[in-house]
T-cell receptor, first 117, second 113 residues
Framework: GAVVSQHPSWVICKSGTSVKIECRSL??????MFWYRQFPKQSLMLMAT?????????EQGVEKDKFLINHASLTLSTLTVTSAHPEDSSFYIC?????????????FGQGTRLTVV | AQTVTQSQPEMSVQEAETVTLSCTYD???????LFWYKQPPSRQMILVIR??????QNATENRFSVNFQKAAKSFSLKISDSQLGDAAMYFC??????????FGTGTSLTVIP
């Protein structure tokens, strides 16, 4: 299957700093990327959907100024957590789809564990 | 919008036995797809099986099969000959073509040696 690479797999940052998480589709064109947040033993909560070359669509309750998403190319999307606080500590997962392909499967990155101290 | 419900937070099965995980969904879409994803301790999401809603035949992938009841909006996963490596969180999900996935709350499966 297609591969989605997410980097870094874990990061620790100081409160007030910004952290960037990258999500790359390695062998297909990701026309749409999704960013999820997952708390321990809970389901994936969709934060935003981004389409290549356009602004991301954020879910209700997600601060767009805090969680900056850029999807500038068909193979790369980034999530930047700005002015991070301890409550932003979580597991973040990206997934990518190419809706032009018949298959509707989404491919997931390995996830990033963010700890804000 | 679509909703997915998994009513079993935890399940356990004896190694080599069979277990069924339940999932119900609700959607207003006419063209949609259903999935089961596995999330082991590594937290990498792994596709287990996929079902196109327009297909009446239940999908099967080796030891994994589904019981898709479209009228009842039910999509259960059966794992046969359970193995220790099957221990994980299992998420049921639905999606319409090109759109976001909707995930259930997950079922934690324990395999007892």
């Amino acid at each position: 299957g297609a591969v989605v690479s997410q980097h870094p797999s874990w990061v620790i940052c100081k409160s007030g700093t910004s952290v960037k998480i990258e999500c790359r589709s390695l062998d297909f064109q990701a026309t749409t990327m999704f960013w999820y947040r997952q708390f321990p033993k809970q389901s994936l909560m969709l934060m935003a959907t981004s389409n290549e070359g356009s602004k991301a669509t954020y879910e209700q309750g997600v601060e767009k100024d805090k969680f900056l998403i850029n999807h500038a190319s068909l193979t790369l999307s980034t999530l930047t957590v700005t002015s991070a606080h301890p409550e932003d500590s979580s597991f973040y997962i990206c997934s990518a789809r190419d809706y032009r392909v018949v298959s509707t499967e989404a491919f997931f990155g390995q996830g990033t564990r963010l700890t804000v101290v | 919008a679509q909703t997915v419900t998994q009513s079993q937070p935890e399940m356990s099965v004896q190694e080599a036995e069979t277990v069924t995980l339940s999932c119900t969904y609700d959607t207003s879409e006419s063209d949609y797809y259903l999935f089961w994803y596995k999330q082991p301790p590594s937290r990498q999401m792994i596709l287990v099986i996929r079902q196109e809603a327009y297909k009446q035949q239940n999908a099967t992938e080796n030891r994994f099969s589904v019981n898709f009841q479209k009228a009842a909006k039910s999509f259960s996963l059966k794992i046969s000959d359970s193995q220790l490596g099957d221990a994980a969180m299992y998420f049921c999900a639905s999606a319409s073509k090109g759109n976001q996935f909707y995930f259930g709350t997950g079922t934690s499966l324990t395999v007892i040696p």
